[in-house]
């Protein structure tokens, strides 16, 4: 698969071929993509929540007027559910919504990602991403001739001090080391900018899950 390749300055730019990039056929790991897209967004839910049934609300048991004679609905106690104060009928209780993807699924759902991401246009390629000084204006003015709108996720093995501060306090600018990514990073993107030496970790990282 080919990119486009930025020099460090993004003043100019050419084409690099990553024959090694994963290349999937028709839907294979769209539903791997989606379990595993699910997965973590469940994982990140609590489960805390919690109502009372009619059985664990305060209250008497005291039949709370009359059965006849009053003009109104019998009622047997006021923990019922149609009370104000009463229980909750079928309401949440605490439980656990995680869920375990398989490192093959796992696996599988990266490679779709980065294919789908890539043939859409939306993965470029730099030399390398560094700034010589600590200043959100070096930064600015790469990305603007590269991607000036919309958010946009640097991948690279490692960032230098200069880097990181001068990146840090740019809204629409995300950082993740090549050995983290996985694959919501890059669904969450509007576009991705990688590093050679990134692109060539991620790569590496896609032959090891494989044998």
């Given at each position: 698969?080919?990119?486009?390749l930025?020099s460090?300055?993004?003043?100019?730019?050419?084409?690099?071929?990553?024959?090694?990039?994963?290349?999937?056929?028709?839907?294979?790991?769209?539903?791997?993509l989606?379990?595993?897209?699910l997965?973590?967004?469940?994982?990140?839910?609590?489960?805390?929540?919690?109502?009372?049934?009619r059985?664990?609300?305060s209250?008497?048991?005291?039949?709370?007027?009359?059965?006849?004679?009053?003009?109104?609905?019998?009622?047997?106690?006021?923990?019922?559910?149609?009370?104000?104060?009463?229980?909750?009928?079928f309401?949440?209780?605490?439980?656990?919504?995680?869920?375990?993807v398989?490192?093959k699924?796992?696996?599988?759902?990266?490679?779709?990602?980065?294919?789908?991401?890539?043939?859409?246009?939306?993965?470029d390629?730099?030399?390398?991403f560094?700034?010589?000084?600590?200043?959100?204006?070096?930064?600015?003015?790469?990305?603007?001739?590269?991607?000036?709108?919309?958010?946009?996720?640097?991948?690279?093995?490692?960032?230098?001090?200069?880097?990181?501060?001068?990146?840090?306090n740019?809204e629409?600018?995300t950082?993740?080391?090549s050995?983290?990514?996985?694959?919501?990073?890059?669904?969450h993107?509007?576009?991705?900018?990688?590093?050679?030496?990134?692109?060539?970790?991620?790569?590496?990282?896609?032959?090891?899950?494989?044998?």
């Amino acid at each position: 698969m080919k990119f486009k390749l930025y020099s460090p300055d993004g003043a100019s730019n050419s084409e690099k071929e990553l024959k090694e990039w994963p290349v999937l056929e028709g839907t294979k790991g769209v539903q791997a993509l989606r379990q595993y897209i699910l997965a973590v967004f469940n994982n990140k839910r609590q489960g805390t929540v919690s109502t009372k049934t009619r059985a664990e609300v305060s209250g008497t048991g005291k039949k709370p007027f009359r059965q006849k004679g009053t003009g109104m609905a019998r009622q047997g106690s006021k923990r019922t559910v149609i009370w104000r104060t009463g229980g909750v009928v079928f309401g949440p209780k605490p439980r656990d919504y995680s869920q375990k993807v398989n490192k093959k699924v796992k696996a599988l759902a990266f490679q779709r990602a980065l294919f789908e991401r890539a043939n859409d246009g939306k993965i470029d390629l730099i030399e390398k991403f560094e700034a010589s000084e600590p200043k959100t204006k070096q930064v600015t003015s790469l990305l603007s001739k590269i991607k000036p709108e919309g958010k946009i996720l640097i991948v690279d093995d490692a960032f230098e001090q200069n880097t990181v501060l001068a990146s840090r306090n740019i809204e629409r600018v995300t950082m993740c080391q090549s050995a983290s990514l996985n694959a919501l990073d890059l669904i969450h993107s509007h576009h991705i900018l990688m590093t050679e030496r990134g692109a060539d970790t991620v790569i590496a990282r896609l032959k090891g899950a494989s044998s």
